[in-house]
């Protein structure tokens, strides 16, 4: 069974650039959440979708970020326009239906210059 | 105040030692306790997954969760160099969609 999946591992833009990160959960998973992790801090939560449905975006940093997840399927991520403050770690997880364990996808690094 | 608290280390310790990680918690609300072991440049891997108060073990893992004191360790026994990793402690409130709020983590290395 294929883990989760995230492109890219890491993209660098400038300041005021837009970048969209893509996330792949794991088949027949109905909750994807999105999280990040800046450089020195924790892993903080960002966002959750039941299938295609916005449950919690309560992490959401600002309304320069926007989620969404096309058909319950794999979700984006896009950042725009980027800031510096917006470079970290950004993972994603996904979960079955009944289950306590969320996997986690390898991250994408985001740099903003 | 961090509702989690962790000591990021770095933790050193050589093959075969016991390790202790701790973190403490502020929010009374959490009821399920989780580590997290997370290899350079991969994402968070389940390790542990707890409760009630008491200890859970699996392997040369122990999991203790202290509700009373808001504090929760793992131990790691005859620790292995392939044990070198960031571990993160984590948990979350019972029911919702199961947001996890985690600690900072503490970077492990097992010296051979």
């Known amino acids: 069974e294929a883990g989760v999946t995230q492109f890219p591992s890491h993209s660098v833009i400038e300041k005021g650039q837009t970048v969209t990160l893509r996330c792949d959960p794991i088949?027949?998973?109905?909750?994807l959440y999105w999280y990040r992790r800046v450089m020195g801090k924790e892993i903080k939560f960002l966002l959750h979708f039941v299938k295609e449905s916005k449950q919690d975006e309560s992490g959401m940093p600002n309304n320069r970020f926007l989620a969404e997840r096309t058909g319950g399927t794999y979700s984006t991520l896009k950042v725009q326009p980027a800031e510096l403050e917006d470079s970290g770690v950004y993972f994603c997880?996904?979960?079955?239906?009944?289950?306590?364990?969320?996997?986690f996808g390898p991250g994408t690094r985001l740099t903003v210059t | 105040q961090k509702e989690v608290e962790q000591d990021p280390g770095p933790l050193s310790v050589p093959e075969g030692a016991i390790v202790s990680l701790n973190c403490t918690y502020s929010?009374?609300?959490?009821?399920?306790f989780m580590w997290y072991r997370q290899y350079s440049r991969k994402g968070p891997e389940l390790l542990m997954y707890?409760?009630?108060?008491g200890n859970k073990e699996d392997g040369r893992f122990t999991a203790q969760v202290d509700k009373s004191s808001k504090y929760i360790s793992l131990f790691i026994r005859d620790s292995q160099p392939s044990d070198s990793a960031t571990y993160l402690c984590?948990?979350?409130?019972?029911?919702?969609?199961?947001?996890?709020?985690f600690g900072t983590g503490t970077k492990l290395q097992v010296i051979p």
């Open positions: 929010n009374s609300a959490f009821q399920y």
């Open positions: 707890t409760y009630s108060s």
């Open positions: 984590a948990m979350r409130i019972s029911g919702g969609y199961q947001k996890v709020t």
């Open positions: 088949s027949g998973h109905d909750n």
């Open positions: 997880a996904s979960r079955g239906t009944g289950s306590n364990e969320q996997y």
